[in-house]
């Protein structure tokens, strides 16, 4: 398919004059995205909304399946062009991905279908309460309205045009605009190819996608502040999410924003699992870390435990396997001098030890040298950045004293994603104050398992307390991600007529909602 290199809007290929900017692989050009590209995306997003939300779910549904088949007609072409523009494989990581996508779209599908996401609520009137009579009242959830969509690096697929965040934003009736990563555009116009051609196809309005191509900050930014942008979803790092964040909440009308910007993913491994199978924690931790060249916002930056035969045993066997690791190739040069700079940050603090010998790396190839870290409880608590992200093949290891640092150091520890423990059912019992430290500072707890490899079911719960996210009630991946999207709204003494189909007396969906407390699919009699 050939590639035209400019942005869309409204399912056309837009013109822009403000320069240009080359796919990796010299795929294509790219014309960046110029201010009013960008809102001429809201222009038309936002008559969109008005049509696109009264859309019955059924017509909705089956235009997310569209777009998964005509992802999946993309074939070959798009394989190649993601492993091209990321160099990841495509046997090991990309067919997967494609698939995760594509099941995304269809898991949503499958929600909007049966319905009952929307919540409702009724509570029948009493006009003879004494002293006040109480009102019919009916609540559900309506979409917020036009969203932008930040595509993340580390995702060309699953991430990015048409993953979770814009999946879930449509399935809940909202238009979107795709702020595309310029580390895979020609990966992005290939899937907006797929997105525009299953709206068309089933009878969507223009205006419910668009796709701004751009590596200016200035063009982020005028998304996130047009007046049209009513929720804004962005996978990245804290730098940028941080920027992000602040121009959304500085805004006359202050707009919500579901950043995911940063995780360490700290593994405990407690006594008991140390002596019954350190070597075998070390070869898990391993594949964990450098799953992916350690470019997961999953992969696991800290592991702490007590200091005895078999923290070291763990430690010694952990660091053998990484000196043999192969040196992963990273997304972009930029992840890469970021991360050799991360490194150079590690080894500059005084009592930190790299552990892990140099391999060589082909920097034409923007190869990484995979690095273990050492230290003790003291030194990790006196500096703040080894509790940081190092994006890249990396983890951090501390050896405590005792028990009372290991609560210290989890007590310390800010907002993460994910929080591991190995240990005995016996450790889960002794240790069970870090268990209750670690329910405030995670939002998916693991147990003898590692954190990366993010499960697309219903009970997922991917975000976690700031840092890692902007808002640690949401979720990035499961069908609770519809619910960023949407916002409630109730209908007091409203006629039948005038009630949306799920409030109706009827039911005529089958949804299940909440009748005067109780949880039943009955009509109302």
């Given amino acids: 398919m050939k590639l035209h290199g400019k942005s869309v809007v409204a399912g056309k ?6 320069g240009f900017f080359n796919a990796r692989g010299d795929l294509a050009r790219f014309e960046e995205a110029t201010a009013e590209l960008v809102h001429q995306a809201f222009d038309e997003a936002n008559p969109a909304f008005i049509e696109f939300r009264r859309i019955p779910s059924e017509r909705r549904a089956g235009f997310l399946e569209r777009i998964g088949e005509h992802i999946e007609s993309l074939g070959d072409e798009l394989l190649t062009t993601a492993s091209t523009e ?5 046997a090991d990581r990309l067919v997967g991905e494609r698939a995760r996508t594509v099941n995304q779209l269809r898991m949503f599908a499958a929600l909007i279908r049966e319905g009952s996401w929307v919540d409702a609520r009724l509570d029948k009137a009493i006009p003879d309460r004494r002293p006040v009579p109480k009102p019919e009242i009916r609540r559900m959830l309506i979409p917020i309205g036009p969203v932008t969509v930040f595509a993340a690096s580390n995702f060309p697929l699953a991430f990015s045009v048409a ?6 934003a449509l399935a809940a009736g909202c238009p979107v605009i795709v702020k595309a990563h310029p580390a895979h555009p020609a990966t992005s116009e290939l899937v907006a190819g797929a997105i525009v051609r299953a709206a068309g196809e089933t009878g969507m309005p223009a205006g419910v996608f668009s796709l701004l191509q751009s590596t200016r900050n200035e063009i982020s930014i005028a998304a996130v502040r047009n007046p049209f942008s009513k929720a804004v979803a962005f996978t990245g790092s804290l730098r940028a999410g941080r920027a992000i964040f602040d121009a959304a909440v500085s805004r006359v009308d202050p707009i919500p924003v579901y950043a995911e910007m940063g995780s360490i993913n700290p593994v405990f491994i407690l006594p008991g699992a140390l002596r019954e199978r350190a070597e075998t924690i070390a070869q898990g931790m391993k594949t964990s870390v450098m799953l992916g060249g350690g470019q997961f916002c999953t992969s696991p930056g800290l592991a702490v435990g007590i200091g005895t035969k078999h923290f070291s045993q763990f430690a010694e066997a952990l660091q053998e396997l990484m000196r043999n690791a192969p040196p992963p190739t990273m997304l972009h ?8 700079a991360g490194v150079e940050r590690f080894r500059g603090i005084e009592g930190v030890r790299m552990v892990a010998s140099a391999v060589d790396t082909d920097r034409g190839k923007a190869e990484a040298t995979p690095a ?4 003790d409880f003291e030194t990790f608590q006196k500096h703040h950045a080894l509790s940081e992200e190092l994006f890249g093949p990396s983890t951090l290891l501390v050896q405590c004293s005792s028990r009372e640092q290991m609560l210290a150091v989890a007590e310390g520890l800010e907002g993460h994603l994910t929080a591991t423990i190995h240990g005995t059912v016996e450790d889960l019992m002794e240790y069970a104050d870090l268990l209750m430290i670690l329910e405030r500072k995670v939002g998916r707890l693991i147990f003898n398992g590692f954190p990366t490899g993010v499960e697309v079911c219903p009970s997922m719960h991917h975000g976690g307390p700031y840092p890692a996210t902007t808002d640690s009630r949401s979720t990035s991946v499961g069908t609770a991600a519809i619910l960023r999207f949407a916002r409630p709204v ?7 007529a005038a009630l949306p189909v799920e409030l109706q007396d009827a039911n005529a969906r089958g949804i299940w909602r909440l009748v005067d407390g109780q949880l039943t699919r009955e009509p109302l009699q």
């Fill in 163 to 168: 993953g979770g965040d814009t999946a879930s």
């Fill in 490 to 496: 109730a209908f007091q003494n409203f006629p039948q």
């Fill in 86 to 90: 990321t160099s990841l494989p495509i």
């Fill in 13 to 18: 290929a837009a013109d822009s004059t403000a």
């Fill in 372 to 375: 273990v870290f050492a230290a």
């Fill in 333 to 340: 040069a930029g992840i890469l001098q970021s991360f050799e």
